[in-house]
């Protein structure tokens, strides 16, 4: 069964619409016809059954069947991850959805190739917001993650934003296993993933005093994406076996 996105506010009703690429992908790719049962997800935890009822103008009117509200997730993990090199993130952003990240914070660290202006920065964020959507679309994840303009530690510390357990990957040797950390079940979860090269002294230090613990994933040295897919699985696993 094809899957589409609609943000809540076009939700409203007992007919949907697609319309702009949503549409083009629908009609002109799919070649969806009247009849068709499609699903429509909200990214905030509703699910639509819909029925396609007639195709006009780049637009496709869907019939709602029936609603399914998703609840939220026990504990929203928000990933904090140093940007990698090239389209890298696109792929660490499909892998967080799937395995349900609340919210991704791009880094722009010190050890970051990557430099953004304020436009440069939200144009960024748009797109990888998309990338988000079609994975959800994939996967069938009803809660699409917030997807945050890319921030350096400086912007992004002082705003004290409180988590009930705070994790950061660390190469320095005193880490220990995320399982030591889960002595309660926390509600939500933040994530630090360093750049190649792992965040400086000075970060790390910054990072630890406003709250995070040290977490060691192993004796090798992990390339970011496999870091924060790693990192990701094991507190998920933690949480759900609290």
């Not at 050890?111 to 988000?132: I, P």
């Not at 660390?170 to 190649?196: C, M, N």
Request: include cysteine; charge should be neutral; hydrophobic fraction near 40%.
């Amino acid at each position: 069964m094809h899957r589409f996105y609609l943000p809540p506010a076009q939700c409203q009703g007992d007919l949907l619409r697609l319309e702009g690429a949503e549409a083009h992908h629908a009609a002109g790719v799919l070649r969806l016809q009247p009849g068709e049962t499609v699903v429509v997800l909200d990214g905030a935890g509703a699910e639509y059954e819909c029925q396609v009822e007639h195709s006009d103008r780049g637009q496709l009117s869907l019939a709602v069947k029936q609603k399914k509200n998703h609840p939220p997730p026990p504990c929203r993990v928000t990933l904090a991850l140093a940007i990698p090199k090239g389209k890298i993130i696109e792929s660490i952003l499909q892998k967080a959805t799937e395995l349900g990240a609340a919210a991704i914070i791009p880094l722009l660290t010190e050890r970051v190739a990557t430099r953004l202006d304020g436009e440069g920065a939200e144009h960024k964020a748009a797109k990888w917001r998309q990338v988000a959507i079609e994975a959800i679309k994939q996967c069938g994840q009803p809660w699409l993650p917030h997807v945050a303009a890319p921030v350096t530690l400086a912007e992004y510390l002082p705003r004290n934003d409180s988590f009930d357990l705070s994790l950061v990957g660390s190469l320095q040797g005193d880490g220990r296993h995320p399982r030591g950390y889960f002595a309660g079940k926390p509600s939500t979860v933040r994530l630090w993933i360093g750049p190649e090269g792992d965040f400086t002294p000075a970060e790390l230090d910054a990072i630890r005093a406003s709250g995070a613990k040290p977490i060691t994933l192993g004796s090798l040295v992990l390339r970011v994406e496999t870091a924060a897919i790693y990192a990701l699985s094991i507190v998920k696993y933690e949480i759900a076996s609290l």
